[in-house]
């Protein structure tokens, strides 16, 4: 029992991780009433991650727009006017035998602190490994938005260990949709900033809905 408790609280903490705050530097004036969202992914990325990650994406927009939020959200195809684009490179998951190596190796890593202290070892290790489903993504955002030419590199992780594909692909999912929401929070914050101050540094009634 202790083992298994043991295991829990190290899966807990190996997972536990914030999306980097990234700085979008947008342009001095602007104002937005409807801000494009557009998921573009490459050949390679399987069509059940593109549904997905899709359905997600519709259901988070809705959630949102039923919010109080300062712009409105909408998904698009194809455009260049203030948009923030999410382009998914690539998409791995964890494979049948992944999984059996990976559920070898942890039993074999918890078990040794209780070998070792059964054989008063004065030194105590552990391994684990913990296979991961991933998709790394680049972040973009349109011209007319930003001052930046940049690409911010994210990367959707969660854990693919014990799950079957299905269980995998839509637990993917949803730390998709929780990127995407951490993405959007941060935008509008610096969106109510930067607003704030051009108004503030040229007396400007450039209203905010």
Known sequence: MKIKSFLVIVISLYFLSSCKTVNYNLRSKIYIEDLNIRVKYDSLVPDTIKKTFDNKLNDLIEKRNSEY?????????????RSLVFYVKDNKLVSNSTQVISS????????????LISAQSPIIIFFYFIPKDVSNIDLRLS???????????????????LRNRNKQIFKHGEAFSKLVEIELDVF?????????NYKKKNNSDLEME
């Open 104 to 115: 070898v190796i942890t039993i074999l890593g918890i078990s040794m602190p209780v070998l």
């Open 143 to 161: 011209k007319d938005l930003t001052y930046s030419k940049l690409t911010h590199k994210r990367r959707v992780v969660n854990s693919g260990y």
């Open 69 to 81: 939020h300062k712009f409105r959200l909408v998904s698009v195809e194809d455009t260049n006017v």
């Open 188 to 196: 509008e914050k610096q969106y109510i900033k930067t607003v704030y």
